[in-house]
C-alpha cells in the first residue's frame, strides 16, 4: 500500500536535492570557471595594424604587427575571425603576454571561463535560495 506524501513534505525534499546540488555544482562550475581564467595568465592590450607580408601562393598573406612594452615589433598571422574582415592598414586590437610578446589573441581574455562562471554562479543562487526555501519549509 503507498503511503500518501504531503505537498510540504514533496517541496522539502526537492528543495533539499535543489539546495546539495546548486551549492555543490555550483561551487565547483565557478572555481573551474576562476582556474580557468587564472590560469590563461595576464595580457596586455594595445591596439596593432593589419599588414601585407609577402604573397602566399593564395595571394597576399596578411599579418598583425604591434610593439610590446619594450618597444620591439612582433607579428603573427592574421587568421582569426576577428581579422577575416580587415585590410591591410586597419587597426584592431590584442592582447599579449610580456613574457611570450610573440603570440598575440584578438579576443578579450576576460571571457576565459566566462561561462563557466556564470553558470557556476546561477546554481549557486538556486543552492541558496533552495535552502532557504527548504529553511521556511521547515516552520510550515
Excluded: Q
Excluded at 610590446?68 to 598571422?77: F, K, Q, R, S
Aim: proline content about 4%; glycine content about 12%; charged content about 20%.
Amino acid at each position: 500500500m503507498a503511503v500518501p506524501v504531503n505537498a510540504l513534505d514533496f517541496a522539502g525534499i526537492i528543495s533539499e536535492i535543489l539546495t546539495l546540488f546548486g551549492l555543490i555544482i555550483g561551487a565547483i562550475l565557478y572555481i573551474v570557471g576562476l582556474s580557468v581564467r587564472g590560469i590563461s595568465g595576464r595580457w596586455t592590450h594595445t591596439t596593432a595594424v593589419i599588414a601585407a607580408s609577402g604573397s602566399a601562393a593564395s595571394g597576399p598573406a596578411t599579418v598583425i604587427r604591434w610593439f610590446d612594452d619594450d618597444g620591439d615589433v612582433h607579428e603573427c598571422p592574421a587568421d582569426t575571425h576577428e581579422t577575416h574582415h580587415l585590410a591591410p592598414g586597419d587597426d584592431v586590437r590584442v592582447w599579449f603576454r610580456n613574457r611570450h610578446p610573440e603570440r598575440c589573441r584578438t579576443h578579450d581574455p576576460e571571457l576565459d571561463g566566462k561561462g563557466l562562471r556564470l553558470i557556476g554562479l546561477v546554481l549557486l543562487g538556486i543552492g541558496v535560495f533552495a535552502g532557504v526555501a527548504g529553511i521556511v519549509l521547515m516552520f510550515l
